[in-house]
């Protein structure tokens, strides 16, 4: 069974406060954090990003309290071996994943650009959340890690592509997905109102389509599409095409 939103929520603030409890650097990520950013979608699980280390465990665990399952040795172990761990809500069942923040220039700059967000509109505090291009990004990676089949993946990158259009960074965006240089795409198809199709493959959108300028929201339906290719187009943001190997 699917927990409603607001145990979602509800644990999620938990979590955030035993990490500010242990002086913890981290950020929200995972469908949590693009539903925030995109289009609602139900979910099992709340995942983080967190820069912990060793001496952390013991206060972080301690500030989690007996709400919580919780087996701190594990917890430990997936710190020094920079791995994930989990801790699961006992009243709600709702299970937190966290990932050990990675040692590389996409987890530095990840949290680097994290900010601070409401869950909801009633929320008195923010929580730090990934951006969304990092979302966007970090979503593409689980997408292509998992083999290119999950539509879960695939449709929150298009949500959250759908509902932030020309406020994202393109340029960030590009910049990280032109370093990753895998010569595998994925076509993006955009429908327009009037059913007409953007000839965009393997890239997202030009940038100066009437579809973007002016409009702070892409007013198209996104499409999927099976295909692959290698090819470039002058002008466009390659959004699905390089993915780190």
Aim: one cysteine or more.
């Amino acid at each position: 069974m699917t927990p409603p939103p607001s145990e979602i929520y509800l644990v999620t603030r938990k979590v955030v406060a035993a990490f500010d409890a242990a002086s913890v650097r981290y950020f929200l990520a995972g469908s949590v954090a693009s539903a925030l950013y995109g289009e609602a979608r139900s979910t099992r699980d709340v995942d983080f990003i967190a820069a912990m280390l060793i001496h952390q465990v013991g206060p972080f665990v301690a500030a989690l309290g007996n709400e919580f399952y919780v087996e701190d040795h594990e917890i430990a172990a997936a710190v020094a071996a920079r791995r994930s761990f989990n801790v699961i809500h006992l009243d709600t069942m709702v299970k937190v994943d966290v990932f050990i923040l990675k040692a590389d220039a996409f987890a530095r700059s990840q949290i680097s650009r994290r900010t601070a967000k409401q869950l909801s509109q009633n929320d008195p505090d923010s929580i730090y959340v990934a951006s969304p291009e990092d979302t966007v990004l970090a979503k593409l990676q689980w997408y292509r890690d998992g083999g290119g089949v999950s539509d879960r993946q695939w449709n929150d990158v298009l949500g959250v592509l759908k509902v932030q259009g020309t406020t994202l960074d393109l340029e960030y965006l590009k910049e990280w997905l032109e370093n990753w240089k895998s010569p595998t795409c994925y076509t993006v198809r955009f429908t327009t109102p009037d059913c007409r199709d953007w000839p965009t493959p393997p890239y997202l959108l030009p940038t100066n389509s009437p579809a973007v300028t002016g409009s702070a929201h892409l007013p198209c339906s996104l499409i999927k599409s099976t295909s692959r290719s290698t090819a470039s187009t002058s002008g466009m943001l390659n959004l699905m095409g390089v993915l780190p190997t």
